[in-house]
């Protein structure tokens, strides 16, 4: 396709997204006006309600939908709950053309009215050029946005530059249930996928376009200290034995110093040098450190420069000490002695650290450290819960095809973002299928996913739904 060519049929694509404005919005309230929270048990219902109006969506597209039933799973108390289908969908199977496999969700996080928002969560307001709702970003908005722009293709009767692959799921907001081992089960699925895409995250700022790629992982540790079967008095006991509490403080006080650095030996001997190329992906990130301090309520960062906040962030591993369990924490005084106390903290690793290894270690330093204090108390570390971190290649042809599109509707070039925290569904995707992964967020950093008043702009809403088609045409070119 010449470029000309191309031109003439984004103007014409875009033209027919802002004539379908209202329509595009019309859709939006349907979905958002569902209940389909997953985290509550009574809500389930509402979840499958969700799906098969996600499905019934992707079916009048053209798609072959295969909604796959993942069974029951079983409630703390014991009930059996239905887990909503996964949706497997597909159109268009040419093989002159790649294949984007898109990944979504439909569940949301719980909201009510009196938990301070301004609107009625589940129904779409717009306020200001901003369209309020629970799942309005996260993630009903951008599944829909990309649906949009299929739908697009085929309204003005265009031949469709992608063959696409869905995965829509209902349960992402209560861990994925089931999805790994369905996606492990359906590899053939994703056999014929060139690329998958994920848009389930915010951009860096509320205005700047921004493309993700990659997330830390998290290793959670607990460290239990016990001494014996009872808690004790003070006046009876204190002054004369070894306390776990005091053990267990001393442990903790161990990991981390003043500056942040992790105290275990090794812990960062794995992580990459950073290069000179990476480095300057840093420098045009659109980031504003006292925006960020004032979202978090606090005073001072341990960094000074953008550049060092955002690679402490991102790129280097963070340790965080989240809490004492078995310690006395309620109003006033009790002098007691807790028989058993159990801290809990977590690593965010990096890309090249092992979990085992990191767990070795922890290990080993927290016997090192206790040995040295002569105890007779029992010690227990354990690591409950570790993630992996996830990366990819921003010179890859999925990256350049989305900046490109990017460039085309927003005007300019979007920042190269990480995040901090981890996205399991995108390692998931990666180590399953083999294939290439980007996260390619429309939402801006205010959204307030999971919050009161979240909420996607029109703006983003729309431009996003033009980002997408303008991104198939982009990736068909690549090829």
Not at 59 to 76: E, I, K, M, R, T
Not at 165 to 175: D, L, P, Q, S, Y
Not at 416 to 424: C, K, N, Y
């Amino acid at each position: 396709m010449s470029s000309s060519s191309s031109s003439v049929l984004e103007m014409e694509i875009f033209q027919y997204v802002d004539a379908h404005q209202s329509d595009f919005i019309e859709d939006l309230k349907e979905w958002v006006a569902v209940e389909s929270d997953s985290v509550q048990p009574n809500l389930r219902k509402e979840v499958i309600r969700m799906m098969a109006l996600a499905a019934d969506r992707l079916s009048a597209l053209g798609a072959a939908v295969n909604s796959v039933n993942l069974g029951l799973h079983q409630l703390p108390d014991g009930k059996d709950l239905p887990l909503p289908p996964v949706i497997l969908g597909e159109l268009r199977k040419d093989p002159q053309n790649p294949t984007v496999c898109f990944y979504g969700h439909v569940d949301v996080q719980p909201a009510k009215k009196e938990d301070g928002w301004k609107t009625d969560p589940y129904t779409l307001t717009e306020i200001n050029g901003n369209l309020y709702g629970r799942g309005a970003t996260d993630n009903k908005g951008p599944v829909l946005a990309w649906i949009n722009a299929v739908e697009t293709f085929r309204a003005l009767k265009l031949a469709m530059p992608v063959n696409f692959k869905f995965v829509i799921e209902g349960m992402e907001e209560a861990g994925s249930l089931g999805l790994e081992k369905l996606l492990e089960e359906k590899q053939c699925f994703f056999s014929d996928v060139d690329y998958i895409v994920i848009s389930d995250n915010l951009w860096l700022s509320n205005r700047k376009p921004a493309l993700t790629y990659g997330s830390r992982g998290n290793a959670c540790f607990c460290v239990e200290v016990e001494c014996g079967s009872k808690d004790l008095h003070s006046g009876t006991f204190g002054g004369i034995i070894h306390e776990p509490l005091t053990d267990l403080i001393a442990l903790l006080d161990s990991l981390v110093d003043p500056t942040g650095r992790i105290q275990i030996p090794g812990i960062y001997d794995s992580v990459a040098a950073l290069t000179e190329e990476e480095r300057k992906l840093y420098e045009s990130i659109e980031f504003d450190l006292e925006e960020h301090k004032n979202n978090g309520g606090v005073k001072k960062f341990l960094y000074g420069t953008k550049e060092e906040i955002l690679l402490h962030l991102w790129r280097y591993p963070s340790l965080s000490i989240h809490g004492i369990e078995g310690a006395f924490h309620e109003p006033g005084i009790k002098t007691v002695i807790p028989a058993k106390v159990i801290g809990k903290f977590s690593i965010r690793q990096v890309p090249h650290m092992d979990l085992s290894v990191v767990k070795q270690q922890v290990v080993e330093h927290l016997e090192g450290v206790f040995s040295k204090r002569n105890s007779p108390n029992k010690l227990k570390v354990s690591m409950p819960l570790g993630a992996k971190p996830w990366l990819a290649d921003v010179n890859g042809p999925l990256y350049k095809a989305a900046r490109r599109a990017i460039k085309r509707v927003f005007g300019e070039d979007p920042d190269f973002i990480r995040d901090g925290s981890t996205i399991p569904v995108a390692r998931m995707f990666q180590t399953i299928t083999q294939k290439s992964v980007m996260m390619f967020p429309i939402g801006a950093a205010d959204d307030g996913e999971h919050s009161q008043n979240e909420k996607i702009s029109r703006h983003n809403y729309i431009e996003g739904t033009k980002v997408f088609a303008a991104f198939f045409l982009e990736i068909s070119k690549l090829h």
